[in-house]
């Protein structure tokens, strides 16, 4: 296995459960634990690879959540610099095609994601925003399906708890447990509890700078009907890292990372010979700006510590 078959294995994994074990790692990708260790280090540490906890949206209060692709008549990084501090906004990317950057926003409600998108317009060197709303999450690093109890009840040590984990994703329970004053069973038990309620989730942010092999490829399909084959066929397929029903000009958007551009090209003919498939259109993303899922919690509502 070459070294960038080991980290695109490794990245892959974490990206599902960024919590998962070197031992499980190891056996998954048929190397040593002593290799995944020093490996998952380097990528680390490098600061290739992040791995961060991310609270639902909806755990938020964030129930507006939107697709801007945005074409620019300056360059598109000046621009992208200006975007990535506007409120809500979680992810900025340099793209190919006509829309010189995509950026994901996430707010309360639609007037204030109105709002946003006026401030995206009034950045200079801004020509067209054209938006999409997503409507339902069907894959994603960071948003899974909506928590079965929208209005589970939080106390301060949950939140201080997710606030450590948002830093450092694979921090240990019994250091965890230390720094909010748990024990690590107890520390244990409810991080065990946030994810199985899906309340938040951990998981790997890939910085691809550069050097990195890999790249994120972004497809927007027109369905005929249903998108529910469409959704099927981009949920289930490797690389997978993000799949959303939406309405505006798509009705469907995802993301896939690959590695060659054979691999990409074959994805957009294999989803073209879908039945329901009308049209499918693609970018890459050449570089990305901001990707930043870690969310402030000291305004959240807090119950007692028990």
Request: hydrophobic share 45%; aromatic share 6%.
């Amino acid at each position: 296995m070459t070294t960038a078959e080991l980290d695109e294995g490794l990245v892959r994994a974490l990206q599902q459960d960024g919590r998962v074990s070197f031992s499980d790692l190891a056996r998954q990708l048929g190397v040593s634990r002593a290799v995944v260790g020093a490996r998952v280090s380097e990528l680390t540490e490098s600061g290739h690879l992040r791995i961060v906890a991310a609270v639902h949206p909806r755990v938020l209060g964030l129930n507006a959540l939107a697709h801007l692709s945005i074409t620019v008549s300056r360059p598109a990084g000046e621009v992208a610099e200006q975007l990535k501090d506007l409120d809500g906004c979680v992810f900025v990317s340099l793209t190919s095609g006509a829309a010189g950057i995509v950026a994901e926003f996430r707010h309360p409600g639609m007037p204030d994601l109105y709002a946003q998108i006026d401030a995206v317009r009034a950045v200079p060197g801004v020509e067209r925003v054209d938006v999409l709303l997503y409507r339902d999450i069907a894959k994603s690093l960071f948003l899974s399906a909506e928590p079965p109890t929208p209005g589970i009840e939080l106390d301060e040590t949950d939140l201080d708890l997710m606030t450590v984990l948002q830093r450092d994703g694979r921090i240990g329970f019994e250091a965890l447990g230390r720094e909010i004053g748990l024990s690590t069973s107890a520390a244990r038990t409810r991080v065990l509890r946030l994810l199985g309620a899906r309340v938040m989730q951990i998981g790997a942010i890939r910085t691809r700078k550069g050097d990195t092999p890999s790249f994120a490829v972004g497809f927007g399909v027109r369905t005929r009907g249903p998108a529910d084959e469409a959704v099927a066929f981009f949920a289930t397929t490797q690389g997978v890292e993000f799949v959303t029903t939406c309405f505006g000009r798509f009705d469907l958007v995802a993301t896939v990372g690959v590695t060659t551009p054979a691999e990409a090209l074959r994805l957009m003919d294999d989803a073209r010979a879908l039945a329901s498939v009308a049209s499918v259109e693609s970018w890459v993303h050449l570089a990305i700006v901001q990707e930043r899922y870690e969310r402030p919690l000291e305004a959240m509502p807090r119950g007692p510590k028990p």
